[in-house]
T-cell receptor, first 114, second 111 residues
Framework: DAGVIQSPRHEVTEMGQEVTLRCKPI?????LFWYRQTMMRGLELLIY????????DSGMPEDRFSAKMPNASFSTLKIQPSEPRDSAVYFC????????????FGDGTRLSIL | DQQVKQNSPSLSVQEGRISILNCDYT??????FLWYKKYPAEGPTFLIS?????DKNEDGRFTVFLNKSAKHLSLHIVPSQPGDSAVYFC??????????FGKGTSLLVTP
């Protein structure tokens, strides 16, 4: 029973480069979430998709961040250009619905911007 | 502005004893609460939840208690096992999609 799959697991890149994080949600789940975890702020929601449509992107920190969900089985989070303060662990999660359903998390992408 | 607070960054408990992890929230609109468990290099895993219409929910060794008047919830693990050593996150929502997470409590269960 496949869970949420994220790639890459680790990414190290230089400041100014474009970074693309990928997520495959659990099949049949129609809600997808991107989170960022830092020591200072903990886990914070960046963007929420329902049925492939972005519903709430108020957590996206800047225009340098963008997210897409072209179909029900794939989503990307892109940072362009990247900055050292973007270094964090990025998690993707999915749930059956957007309501009070537990969200199932992937194992995250640890991003380091040098 | 942290609406969900876990004031104990870490907790150490002996195997077989009770572990009590605490969580406070400030938003009175929150009506559904969840606990997640996280091992290193893995994503958070859902553990147990409770609706505001209840004050207790039990699942095996795990029990969550909710005190709405105090805006406080706690997770009890009895008996604690070494495999329970992990970071525990409390989360709350107002029946919407947005989960507000605490910063976590690192539990260490020693043999």
């Amino acid at each position: 029973d496949a869970g949420v799959i994220q790639s890459p697991r680790h990414e190290v890149t230089e400041m100014g480069q474009e970074v693309t994080l990928r997520c495959k949600p659990i099949s049949g789940h129609n809600s997808l979430f991107w989170y960022r975890q830092t020591m200072m702020r903990g886990l914070e929601l960046l963007i929420y998709f329902n049925n492939n449509v972005p519903i709430d992107d108020s957590g996206m920190p800047e225009d340098r961040f963008s997210a897409k969900m072209p179909n029900a089985s794939f989503s990307t989070l892109k940072i362009q250009p990247s900055e050292p303060r973007d270094s964090a662990v990025y998690f993707c999660a999915s749930s059956l619905t957007g309501g009070v359903q537990p969200q199932h998390f992937g194992d995250g992408t640890r991003l380091s911007i040098l | 502005d942290q609406q969900v607070k876990q004031n104990s960054p870490s907790l150490s408990v002996q195997e077989g004893r009770i572990s009590i992890l605490n969580c406070d929230y400030t938003n009175s609109m929150f009506d559904y609460f969840l606990w997640y468990k996280k091992y290193p290099a893995e994503g958070p895993t859902f553990l147990i939840s409770i609706s505001s219409i209840k004050d207790k929910n039990e699942d095996g060794r795990f029990t969550v208690f909710l005190n709405k008047s105090a805006k406080h919830l706690s997770l009890h693990i009895v008996p604690s096992q070494p495999g329970d050593s992990a970071v525990y996150f409390c989360a709350a929502t107002d029946s919407g999609y947005a989960l507000n997470f605490g910063k976590g409590t690192s539990l260490l269960v020693t043999p």
